[in-house]
């Protein structure tokens, strides 16, 4: 912060060195230029923001899907998969953004990822979060859009992520890459499988010390209850109970530098709440216990 000192009726203003700053000041101060400098030096086209935003009331989803076919399955059995979610438009665009946005900023093992605080903040994000919610209203009803991100893996990120469920009542999954970008794998393993209601975070959702750890909890998952694959495909949207135990199929991409491996995920609503819902109507419980 700054310093006001009186001279002889004059107001000096004083400014402190950055070397000056204790070490909370200096890295909020570093995060705040390096937000700024990456929206100077390679902003992203605002007119294509404006194009999206919620209030253009440009539809993001493709004409012709059956909701109420989608919504019913995904009542019963706590997952759906949705072939061409995104009309042509919004898909080309999202692809765009993931390959020209400077928002790739969290580094993870083997990808980068585009969180709303990175500057992934399109708003073709928040329109198909209000799409899906007037298309499937029992499905989100009381769970709003929490949390969203863009995951770009690179070739030393073959295997995606590890097994793990994510705190929120609704996941809904979107890849990006167009299908000849791709050699083999890239779907997702949704196990069957919830983790007690008193889990705390940390404990479904990290990464494993080692491969045979990951492997004999697969082991476990597939002994208690059964598991759905859903096969790579551009443009397919997996919409499901956020903490069912889930898993990236390893992969194979021509060329992940130009055509990366992406998907968006959106997270809706709370877990705690999601799970007392369900509670009081258990009947969606009892099919995903059944598909054991």
């Not at 999601?274 to 109507?281: E, N």
Request: include cysteine.
């Amino acid at each position: 912060g700054r310093s006001l000192s009186q001279n002889a009726g004059k107001r000096t203003v004083t400014w402190p060195k950055v070397c000056e700053l204790d070490a909370v000041d200096a890295k909020a101060l570093q995060t705040g230029l390096w937000g700024q400098l990456k929206a100077i030096a390679a902003p992203y086209p605002q007119e294509r923001f404006n194009t999206w935003s919620p209030s253009s009331k440009r539809e993001p989803v493709r004409q012709g899907v059956d909701w109420g076919k989608a919504e019913a399955a995904y009542a019963a059995e706590g997952i759906v998969v949705i072939d061409g979610l995104f009309s042509p438009e919004a898909l080309a665009e999202l692809w765009d953004f993931a390959r020209e946005a400077t928002c790739f900023s969290t580094v993870r093992r083997g990808y980068l990822g585009a969180f709303p605080a990175d500057g992934n903040v399109h708003p073709l994000v928040m329109s198909t979060a209000l799409a899906l919610e007037r298309h499937m209203p029992k499905t989100f009803a009381g769970h709003p859009l929490g949390l969203w991100w863009l995951f770009k893996y690179t070739e030393a990120g073959p295997s995606g992520i590890g097994i793990h469920a994510d705190a929120a009542a609704v996941n809904v999954n979107i890849w990006l890459t167009p299908d000849e970008a791709r050699r083999a794998g890239g779907g997702l393993d949704v196990y069957m499988q919830l983790p007690p209601d008193e889990a705390a975070v940390h404990e479904f959702n990290h990464d494993f010390a080692t491969e045979a750890e990951e492997a004999a909890f697969r082991d476990s998952l597939l002994a208690a209850g059964g598991v759905q694959h859903v096969e790579y495909r551009q443009n397919r949207a997996v919409i499901f109970v956020s903490d069912l135990f889930h898993a990236s199929e390893p992969f194979q991409f021509v060329d992940s530098e130009n055509q990366p491996r992406v998907n968006l995920t959106l997270l809706f609503g709370d877990r705690t709440a999601a799970r007392t819902a369900r509670q009081a109507a258990p009947s969606q419980e009892e099919n995903i216990a059944a598909l054991g």
